[in-house]
Antibody
Framework: QVQLVESGGGVVQPGRSLRLSCTASGFTFSDYAFHWVRQAPGKGLEWVAV????????YYADSVKGRFTISRDISNNTVSLQMTSLRADDTAVYYC?????????????WGKGTTVTVSS | EIVLTQSPGTLSLSPGERATLSCRASQSVSTSSLAWYQQKPGQAPRLLIYVASIRATGIPDRFSGSGSGTDFTLTISRLEPEDFAVYYC?????????FGPGTKVDIK
């Protein structure tokens, strides 16, 4: 079935790095753009980044620009989020979501999320 | 950046009642590029409505969306027990994508 599964979350100290992964299955990976959306504890949804369906374009929220990098690997149907210089306010559940072809579109399938805690 | 404001913050209703949720944008949302999501505790968001009024696959017809420009509405005609959740609007017509702060629908 159509599925997105995130992994890679954990507890990390401020200033350190972490890499999240999202593995897609059940659909044609190359037809979709992929997003990371995060949710801080008890808060709302915040869009983080998107990579286009062909992988040539990526866009970021101002809050993570220059610190986070999104990428995709068609050989194993994965999307990654490399996070550097992590701060306490990056603590959140990180969701992977897909959009059909367009980078700015509605997100019809979401993963269950992976939790990142930035704490000393 | 388009800022979305949702009202009310919390809506306390009983099963069977009608829920009307509002989403207002700080500037016009192009081509009605607005979606609604439902989120239950401990779960990922679920797409309900896109292009302001089109129900996503498998969404019951008690959910309906309307609006254009800067004012959008999600209506749940008769609340079922499983509808008590938080609802977010999202605009995707302009970069960056933005979400509203959410409306919690809880049991009165």
């Amino acid at each position: 079935q159509v599925q997105l599964v995130e992994s890679g979350g954990g507890v990390v100290q401020p200033g350190r790095s972490l890499r999240l992964s999202c593995t897609a299955s059940g659909f044609t990976f190359s037809d979709y753009a992929f997003h990371w959306v995060r949710q801080a504890p008890g808060k709302g949804l915040e869009w983080v980044a998107v990579i286009s369906y062909h992988g040539r374009n990526d866009y970021y929220a101002d809050s993570v620009k220059g610190r986070f990098t999104i990428s995709r690997d068609i050989s194993n149907n994965t999307v990654s989020l490399q996070m550097t210089s992590l701060r306490a306010d990056d603590t959140a559940v990180y969701y992977c979501a897909r959009t059909f072809r367009l980078s700015h579109y509605y997100m019809d399938v979401w993963g269950k999320g992976t939790t990142v805690t930035v704490s000393s | 950046e388009i800022v979305l404001t949702q009202s009310p913050g919390t809506l306390s209703l009983s099963p069977g009642e009608r829920a009307t949720l509002s989403c207002r944008a700080s500037q016009s949302v192009s081509t009605s590029s607005l979606a609604w999501y439902q989120q239950k505790p401990g779960q990922a968001p679920r797409l309900l409505i896109y292009v302001a009024s089109i129900r996503a696959t498998g969404i019951p017809d008690r959910f309906s969306g309307s609006g254009s420009g800067t004012d959008f509405t999600l209506t749940i005609s008769r609340l079922e027990p499983e509808d008590f959740a938080v609802y977010y609007c999202q605009q995707y017509g302009s970069s960056p994508i933005t979400f509203g702060p959410g409306t919690k629908v809880d049991i009165k």
